[in-house]
């Protein structure tokens, strides 16, 4: 069967340092990842799409990994502050021309200052 | 206007009610999207419009109906609902029809069936 597994379900970190949250899967060929942001009672927040063909992509503090042999990918916050302290969750495209995204159960960020 | 919007914030309803949520957005996307998300849990998938038509129903219940009135707006009329169908129910939308774009969320609607 299909799994998404985000490892940490929760993570703590001091503030400066860098987060990183890992995401595996199996039984999928994603097309695509993407990694959301969500805050308490909040709708999720689209941060990067990486696509199969890419390895890495970056945006402002954040980079992600995408390694389709190893079926992970990995999300990288650096210089972490505590306004960074939220839900990140990973989510993959189900089959070629879906619809339907389905989103790993989140991994909860903790930034100490 | 990046934004999507969702109405009401809360609703508290009774197992024989009937109410609506509501969803709008006006970025001119041509899909839209309906989430379950119950707490410390991943948002599951209920209902997907593509071009206004609906494209995919996750094995709802009937009493969760769907309707996109036009490219904009779309619902979720609720009747006859349970106690575990409490969550907070998020819509989202993406550019393209296909799938393949980030979603944009909105807030969501907390519901709470008693």
């Known amino acids: 069967s299909q799994k998404i597994e985000q490892n940490s379900e929760a993570l703590n970190i001091q503030e400066g340092k860098t987060a990183t949250l890992t995401c595996n899967y199996t039984?999928?060929?994603?097309?695509?990842l993407q990694w959301y942001r969500q805050d308490p009672g909040r709708g999720p927040v689209f941060l990067l799409l990486i696509r199969e063909n890419e390895k890495e992509k970056r945006k402002e503090r954040l980079k992600v990994t995408f390694d389709t042999t190893l079926k992970q990918s990995l999300f990288h916050i650096t210089a972490s502050q505590p306004a960074d302290s939220a839900t990140y969750l990973c989510a993959l495209q189900s089959g070629a021309g879906s619809y339907q995204l389905t989103f790993g159960k989140g991994t909860k960020l903790s930034v100490i200052p | 206007d990046t934004e999507v919007t969702q109405t009401p914030k809360h609703l508290v309803m009774g197992m024989t009610n009937k109410k609506s949520l509501k969803c709008e957005q006006h970025m001119g996307h041509r899909a839209m999207y309906w989430y379950k998300q119950k707490a410390k849990k991943p948002p599951e998938l209920m209902f997907v419009y593509s071009y206004e038509k609906l494209s995919i129903n996750e094995s709802v219940p009937s009493r969760f109906s769907p309707e996109c009135p036009n490219s904009s707006l779309l619902n979720l009329h609720l009747h006859a609902l349970q106690p575990e169908d409490s969550a907070l129910y998020l819509c989202a939308s993406s550019q393209g029809p296909w799938g393949l774009d980030e979603q944009f969320f909105g807030p969501g609607t907390r519901l709470t069936v008693l």
């Open positions: 039984n999928y060929s994603p097309a695509y």
